[in-house]
């Protein structure tokens, strides 16, 4: 078997994918490849796939697949899958460090210590204890971040068309209800035609005023120049971000030059634990194909 590993993974990956044939990284091995590791920077496009003539099997470390043209691979007789349950409590953790870090004033407290400034008096935090947490899809992400932050204290509404009822958050039945309640909104939903933009000057305007978003779903759910013009004028008080419309985001990303906005580059899946659990269950699916 050809494998060829197209994107960041644990780097004991290939030795484990060793007895399974010969394992690669360099992609211009794809014309040979049968079996394609990606992440999501890899996109597998019906143009990749013109150069991959041998290729049977994309497996995607991680959840979505937006990253990969399923009817072409599908046209092609190429099975896709990948690794839906290892990355959620990764993923999570990240949800609530960015929660964290915005109200407590990380950042800025960082920085101004690195510059010489002892901002005690300035630096105001605010609590996450008793503030209504709304989230946007409550699947296996989702439902991790409820469990911590029903830790912190904090109220969990959820809207999800395909979730009746949650243990842990209170399911709301209306996208909207869940906007106008929220003091915290983190977004776990798929990028798809339903999600693509839901968050844009409309739904901006229904939230509470100052409301803090926290994105580890998909950049491309948020309208970003929406985002950026309601940043400015206040009606969303902070963003906090991992995900973008593209991996990088362009320099001229209205985002950038926003205020408010806390930053990190698509790390959430990528804690060591989870690169390994990921490596584990790629490993398993070999295995299973002999
Ligand atoms: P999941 O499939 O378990 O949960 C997604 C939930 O979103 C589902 O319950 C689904 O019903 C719901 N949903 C679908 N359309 C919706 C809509 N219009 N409104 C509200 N809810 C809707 O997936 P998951 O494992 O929880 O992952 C969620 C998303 O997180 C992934 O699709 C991916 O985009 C993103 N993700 C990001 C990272 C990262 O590195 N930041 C890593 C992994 C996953």
Redesign the pocket.
């Known amino acids: 078997m050809k494998i060829l590993i197209a994107d960041a993974f644990d780097a004991s990956l290939p030795g484990r994918l060793a007895p399974f044939g010969d394992v690669t990284g360099d992609m211009g091995k794809l014309p040979e490849a049968e079996v394609l590791l990606i992440r999501?920077k890899t996109k597998v496009t019906k143009e990749m796939l013109g150069g991959a003539p041998n290729l049977k099997l994309v497996i995607r470390g991680?959840?979505?697949?937006?990253n990969v043209d399923k009817e072409a691979c599908k046209a092609r007789g190429i099975e896709v899958m990948n690794t839906?349950?290892a990355?959620?409590v990764?993923?999570a953790e990240?949800?609530m460090a960015l929660m964290l870090a915005v109200p407590n004033r990380l950042v800025e407290a960082h920085n101004g210590m690195k510059e010489g400034k002892f901002l005690k008096k300035e630096l105001k935090r605010t609590e996450l204890y008793q503030k209504t947490l709304g989230l946007?899809?409550?699947?296996?992400?989702?439902?991790?971040v409820a469990k911590r932050a029903k830790a912190f204290g904090m109220k969990v509404i959820?809207?999800?068309?395909?979730?009746l009822n949650h243990d842990v958050a209170q399911i709301k039945h209306s996208?909207d209800e869940v906007l106008k309640e929220s003091d915290y909104l983190s977004?776990?939903?798929?990028?798809?035609d339903?999600?693509k933009g839901?968050l844009n000057r409309d739904a901006f305007a229904k939230m509470k005023k100052g409301v803090i978003i926290v994105?580890?779903?998909?950049g491309k759910?948020v309208a970003e120049q929406d985002l950026a013009d309601a940043l400015r004028s206040g009606q969303v008080g902070a963003y906090a971000t991992?995900?973008w419309s593209s991996d990088p985001p362009p320099p001229d990303s209205p985002l950038l030059a926003a205020p408010n906005v806390l930053m990190t580059p698509?790390?959430?899946?990528?804690s060591k634990e989870n690169l390994l659990r990921i490596g584990d269950i790629v490993v398993e699916i070999l295995e299973k194909r002999g």
């Open positions: 999501s991680g959840v979505g697949l937006d839906p349950k990355s959620s990764a993923v990240l949800a946007l899809g409550i699947g296996l992400i989702g439902t991790e959820a809207y999800d068309p395909f979730v996208m977004i776990h939903t798929p990028l798809t339903q999600t839901m994105n580890t779903g998909r759910v991992d995900v698509h790390i959430g899946a990528s």
